[in-house]
């Protein structure tokens, strides 16, 4: 009696394993299936983010334009960096052509501008002269960061422009307020960037648009090159030197001085760019040591390393106080002049 018993016994908890484990299996596959679901949905959704080289570049037949030459062209300025990165210089591209090729993608250009303390008289300007010349006819998606969301002014939106304001905590010193944009940065093309946009630019507030920027600055990786040095030599840039800072670049290297008041790419190639700059700011800060020129430098550190794929002249970055310059046939975007010891939160 006892063995039958322990018998039955045995072959209940035989049967009863089996079952649990059949279960265990099938919640197992089927979460399994779930995931599979989750992951291609996220693909396709990332799909705007196509990288720039996977971009067709189509053109409908019956389309005019002028014919582009082999012969004639720019000959006062370089327009392909030693790495064949396109740099980009009025008379170098064709806009309705280049334009006709990008609005097919509906492309949408996440753009974000800090306006913290006094900083925050330069949106009017900024966002106006923006609405005229900046992606006219393309999405824009502008993400404003303020310590004084009341302070930013009514600026009429063009179609498929939009502005959304976020607050973020004042800062003592103007050099964090500067360097902190990296964290920020990163942390917005993480958490909510990733799917909504396909390229990004970051810009400076002190600044106005005077000419057109438009498709031709799409790229993977796109740096602007800084409308005060581009025609010094590499051992005058203003690099970091001291060994000691991660953003040290040695006598002896450098492609082009970098500004960092301009830069963009893909949601991708930013989102690395944002977090190497921010780690780095960070070791530096962890070791008491500020770079020079601040993110400026990093970045630059950044660009010598991570070559930009695509180049925007100093058209793209003028100062309103610089001389002109028989190069520039344009200016797009220039630097304000403002009063630093006025306008900053410290000296
Ligand atoms: C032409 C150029 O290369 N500009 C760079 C340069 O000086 P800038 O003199 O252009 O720096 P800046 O005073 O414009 O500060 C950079 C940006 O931080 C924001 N901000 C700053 C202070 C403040 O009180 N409120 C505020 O909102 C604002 O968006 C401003 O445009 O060096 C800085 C760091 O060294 C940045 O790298 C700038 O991009
Ligand atoms: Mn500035």
Known sequence: MPLRANFIFIILLFFGMALSGLIYLSTNVRSC???LIEQVFATSVAKPNTLESQRSLKTSPGFQYKQPSLLAGRADVVSLSPWLAPIIWEGTFNPTLIDSIYKQHNITIATTVFALGKYTRFL??????????????????YYLFTDQPEAVPEVKMG????LTVRKVPSLDRWQD????RMEILEKLIADELMHEANYIFCLDVDTKFYGRWGSETLGNLVGVIHPWLFDYPRESFTYERRPESKAFIPVGEGDYYYTAAAFGGTLEEIHRLTKTCREQLNADHENSIEAIWHEESHLNKYFLYNKPTKLLSPEYLWRDINISAGQIKIIRFSHVAKNNAEVRPNA
């Open 33 to 35: 299936s779930q995931e």
């Open 177 to 180: 307020i500067s360097m902190g």
């Open 124 to 141: 009017k300007d900024f966002l106006e002269s923006a609405e005229e010349h900046y992606f006219v006819g393309f999405g824009v998606h």
């Open 159 to 162: 179609k498929n422009h939009r």
